[in-house]
């Protein structure tokens, strides 16, 4: 009865950690990713029963359907947090089964540091300032990409397999164009069952002759979830008779911890960077 209480108890204040994040706008902090799947292991290894991982990976995984339906999330979101979920609330479970074993109690130390590693974004961030830089060299002139620039983002270019398997929100439609300072771009995002996918409006700040800098002006997309757009600059220059294109953006990562979600948002922004060069000067 007592295990049961415990476990009753840690339960129920797993369930308030989860309702303050999402109160408190930190949702996005390591708090619901490491911290929460920490406090529910525990809770799950106190209930009496040999089917520890059994009941861990059942509620993990109904827990983090609920969250996507709680937090208005999509599948890319789920299928991003999953395993950094899955692997916390699993050591969490065979750390705690290990230490019931009076001989490998120091198995409980790592147990504290993983709820360390929970506060992150709940008050300190790290590196939460990203860019990503992807180059193209296309059969072109200099004059000729400034004029296809000009007309701004055309055709959907080719969507990578990681855009393609996460199902990544990317713009389906542009409005405006343009490189003179103060002409604006629309990019306007697909809708969901949630409502409209909202849309980003870009603004030249910097013309130069091979080179162009836009700031974002208003966020209204559903990428606004996971991060926040600063600025972006295209830059082309002649190689030999090719022209090399390249395309750097600067955006504020909103997810925490940094050491997973950082690389993992690098990886698909650089993917997402490659396909919106290519609509703008395909190859």
């Not at 292991?41 to 991982?53: F, Y």
């Not at 199902?167 to 300072?181: F, N």
């Not at 409209?196 to 974002?216: D, K, L, M, N, Y």
């Amino acid at each position: 009865m007592a295990r049961w209480i415990l476990a009753g108890l840690v339960g129920l204040f797993g369930v308030a950690v989860f309702v303050l994040a999402v109160r408190d706008g930190r949702a996005d902090s390591a708090l619901l990713f490491i911290g929460l799947p920490v406090l529910m292991s525990i809770a799950l290894v106190l209930m009496p029963g040999r089917t520890t991982h059994g009941r861990v990976f059942t509620v993990t995984t109904v827990g983090l359907l609920l969250a996507a339906v709680a937090l208005h999330e999509g599948a890319i979101c789920v299928v991003l947090a999953a395993p950094l979920v899955y692997a916390v609330a699993h050591g969490a479970a065979a750390l705690l089964n290990w230490a019931e074993q009076p001989e490998k109690r120091y198995a409980l130390l790592p147990i504290p540091l993983l709820l360390v590693l929970a506060l992150e974004g709940t008050g300190v961030r790290l590196d939460p300032e990203q860019a990503v830089t992807v180059t193209r060299t296309v059969a072109l002139s200099r004059d000729e990409v400034a004029s296809r620039l000009a007309d701004g983002p055309g055709s959907a270019g080719v969507r990578s397999v990681p855009l393609r398997m996460l199902r990544v929100p990317l713009p389906e439609r542009v409005d405006g164009s343009g490189l003179a300072a103060g002409d604006r771009w629309m990019f306007h995002y697909p809708g969901s069952a949630h409502g409209s996918g909202g849309h980003t409006v870009t603004e030249v700040v910097a013309a130069a002759p091979g080179r162009i800098e836009f700031r974002v002006v208003e966020d209204s997309a559903i990428t606004a979830r996971w991060l926040v757009w600063r600025s972006a600059t295209v830059a082309w220059k002649a190689v030999g008779e090719r022209t090399e294109v390249r395309l750097s953006i600067v955006y504020t990562r909103r997810l925490d911890p940094s050491w997973y979600f950082g690389p993992v948002q690098q990886t698909l922004m650089r993917e997402g960077a490659g396909y919106l060069l290519d609509t703008m000067v395909p190859r």
